[in-house]
């Protein structure tokens, strides 16, 4: 089933509204972000669970900020750091020169079907082949 959108243009006044929501919004996040990069803060997103449902036990909800404003911040800033910790991850993996899980998952899939894996260097291949 088709999902139709329409373009909306909002009310002028309400602008101003939204600038102060988004300001808010921006600087809730900004906030839990500096106060979680550390390590502390960090082995808390370990965990496959939500972000907002692992940080809203450290974090309080500040007054005048709707809940859902609140929890959705704490997601947001969650997400941005467990992308970090798997960046991390993986910058220190391919520094001390580990097969990465990606290598390692190609490599048992084409065993079970018997196949070679070829490995490429991105370096002598033609921009033909990658269309």
Not at 43 to 62: G, R
Not at 110 to 115: F, N, R, T, V, Y
Request: one cysteine or more; charged letters at 25%.
């Amino acid at each position: 089933m088709p999902i139709l959108s329409y373009s909306l243009t909002l009310s002028q006044n309400i602008y101003p509204t939204l600038d102060r929501l988004f300001s808010v919004y921006r600087s809730l996040v900004n906030g839990y972000i500096n106060s979680l990069w550390n390590e502390r803060g960090l082995s808390l997103l370990e965990s496959k669970s939500k972000a907002w449902a692992l940080l809203s036990k450290s974090f309080p909800k500040p007054q005048n900020i709707p809940s859902r404003l609140c929890r959705c911040a704490l997601e947001m800033a969650g997400q941005i750091l467990k992308s970090q910790i798997e960046r991390k991850r993986l910058f220190d993996a391919l520094l001390q020169g580990q097969k990465l899980k990606v290598e390692e998952k190609l490599t048992y899939k084409a065993q079970l079907k018997g196949i070679e894996l070829i490995k490429v260097d991105p370096a002598y291949t033609s921009s033909y082949y990658h269309k």
